[in-house]
């Protein structure tokens, strides 16, 4: 890993042996006081990078370590490679978190929403998945891309997500829309199960009323009947 200050060998300000093999993924932390690093060998590594050393060590990878991401806050990673998880790690000890499943090839890069919120990844089978960052659920999958998704950026409210294709594309997908969607509709269910409960209690009140009215209505007579009753007493 080499840190430079500008352009030029003179504006290098440090080197250092990260992995043995290929870095495939690097990132600053949010506070620039740490830098992450991905190798092809399936290791993270958090170092300072004032001076190259390591601080953190984090293995779970069963394959390479393409990508590295961190939270907005700067305690977690996530991380994704040949392997298909996204893994989630505590940036401070190295533990493992969770794992996002859900790929079905190798994933090849993946971004923190700038609010938190939310993580996006995408890789190899043409995909780009969405996913709770507090409770690893995914929330969406947003297909459209003809070949394997390089890369991922978020815009800065956290309503957009663009992404880079092998496909020659890019696509900018609109997602705050469907998360409100998403969060209407788990808002919404409560709701419309009290409308079906109220609604076939209504439906049954109905079929009771309409059950009496049925059986204590009276025949009605006919006016000649009706009149030669009064006249006759019949």
């Given at each position: ?12 300000l440090h080197e ?130 003809e070949v394997w ?86």
């Amino acid at each position: 890993i080499r840190i430079a200050a500008g352009v030029g060998p003179a504006a290098m300000l440090h080197e250092f042996q990260a992995h043995d093999g290929r870095t495939r993924g690097l990132a600053w932390s949010p506070t620039g006081d740490r830098l992450a690093s991905a190798g092809y060998a399936g290791l993270v590594k958090v170092w300072n990078p004032a001076g190259g050393t390591e601080l953190v060590r984090m293995t779970g990878h069963s394959g390479g370590a393409f990508c590295v991401a961190w939270s907005p806050d700067g305690k977690r990673l996530a991380s994704a490679g040949n392997d298909r998880p996204v893994v989630i790690w505590d940036a401070a000890t190295g533990a493992l978190l969770h794992d996002l499943v859900g790929h079905a090839s190798r994933v090849l890069c993946a971004a923190y929403s700038p609010d938190g919120k939310r993580i996006a990844s995408g890789g190899d089978d043409h995909n780009v998945r969405i996913w709770d960052a507090e409770t690893f659920d995914q929330v969406a999958r947003l297909a459209g891309h003809e070949v394997w998704v390089y890369s991922l950026a978020w815009r800065a409210d956290s309503q957009q997500l663009v992404s880079g294709s092998g496909d020659n594309t890019v696509r900018i997908w609109d997602t705050q829309p469907l998360m409100e969607r998403v969060q209407a509709r788990r808002e919404r269910l409560p709701a419309v199960e009290r409308e079906l409960q109220v609604g076939a209690i209504s439906g049954t009140a109905r079929q009771v009323r309409r059950s009496r009215l049925t059986s204590t209505r009276q025949p009605s007579r006919s006016p000649f009947f009706s009149v030669a009753s009064f006249i006759f007493g019949l």
